[in-house]
């Protein structure tokens, strides 16, 4: 309980030391990769459903824990948020009365000015494994693949200026699990496993010279999410919650001391988001 709160605690000190940075001699801009939880939304099922929505996630940040060294390296690096906040536009259809199909842009908030930057996208189909209409369960499975990036840029005094790209590219797969007792109510639990594969390019110029290094390393994760969904007519609502597990990527490398800063195997990552949409 110790970590998550730790974990939980890092967004709002981070954004207020971007802050703190851009307004004093130099300046730095930064938004983190982001990878929605799945699931939070009731698939459309039937040919010719569907339904378009705005969605606010909590969603991980698939490079944390691990940085581009100037050796282009893998190094432990753990300033950055585990988990960072986003500003989705997600659209579902149903292709078939059994097969859909999700698609969504991905924003992450920009720091110090909390500006949504595009920054990847998801595609996916939903497939309808199970439906009992007189018992109000359904069950689906969604195959995905994820791409997502951020960018970390750093400037002052005497033309010091460093940049950190970062690309996530993986897939997941959800099993979502949908009860509604009444017409108007749903309660949905997805459970979830992720892999990525994180590309990284650091490039510094300081007055010492000019750096560039590229470093790449997998990152895997798995967990459970849970979420209500409200339904008025055309309009849902849905409130969902969560949380992921993934290996410690920070444990896996050593800084340039030579050590270890790992802290623990594990790292959870809380999840979360509303979505307000509408449908057809």
């Not at 009860?179 to 650091?202: I, K, N, Q």
């Not at 000019?210 to 990152?219: D, E, L, N, V």
């Not at 967990?223 to 339904?231: E, P, R, S, W």
Request: charged share 15%.
């Amino acid at each position: 309980m110790r970590r998550f709160q730790r974990l939980l605690g890092r967004l709002l000190p981070l954004a207020a030391l971007g802050v703190l940075l851009f307004t004093s001699t130099g300046c730095v801009f930064f938004y983190s990769a982001n990878a929605a939880p799945p699931g939070r939304y009731v698939p459309p099922m039937e040919k010719g459903q569907g339904d378009f929505g705005v969605d606010i996630p909590l969603g991980r940040n698939p490079s944390y824990g691990v940085e581009v060294g100037a050796d282009g390296e893998p190094e432990p690096d753990n300033d950055q948020p585990p988990m960072w906040l986003g500003l989705d536009l997600a659209f579902r259809y149903g292709l078939t009365d059994q097969i859909g199909l999700d698609a969504r842009i991905t924003t992450s908030f920009l720091v110090p000015f909390p500006f949504p930057m595009p920054n990847g996208f998801t595609l996916a189909p939903i497939f309808e494994l199970l439906e009992k209409p007189e018992q109000g369960i359904a069950l689906h499975l969604s195959p995905r693949g994820i791409w997502t990036n951020g960018v970390y840029i750093s400037s002052g005094i005497n033309d010091y200026r460093t940049e950190t790209k970062v690309h996530a590219a993986g897939g997941e797969l959800p099993v979502m699990f949908t009860y509604s007792p009444v017409e108007w109510f749903d309660l949905s639990g997805t459970a979830f496993f992720r892999a990525f594969y994180v590309f990284a390019e650091r490039d510094d110029n300081t007055s010492s010279g000019a750096i560039q290094a590229k470093a790449h390393w997998p990152a895997l994760g798995g967990g459970l999410t849970v979420a209500a969904i409200l339904t008025a007519g055309r309009f849902r609502i849905s409130l969902g919650a969560g949380l992921e597990a993934g290996p410690n990527l920070a444990a896996n490398y050593t800084d340039a001391d030579g050590e270890v800063s790992g802290d623990g195997a594990m790292v959870l990552y809380p999840q979360g988001g509303l979505t307000i949409g509408a449908g057809w």
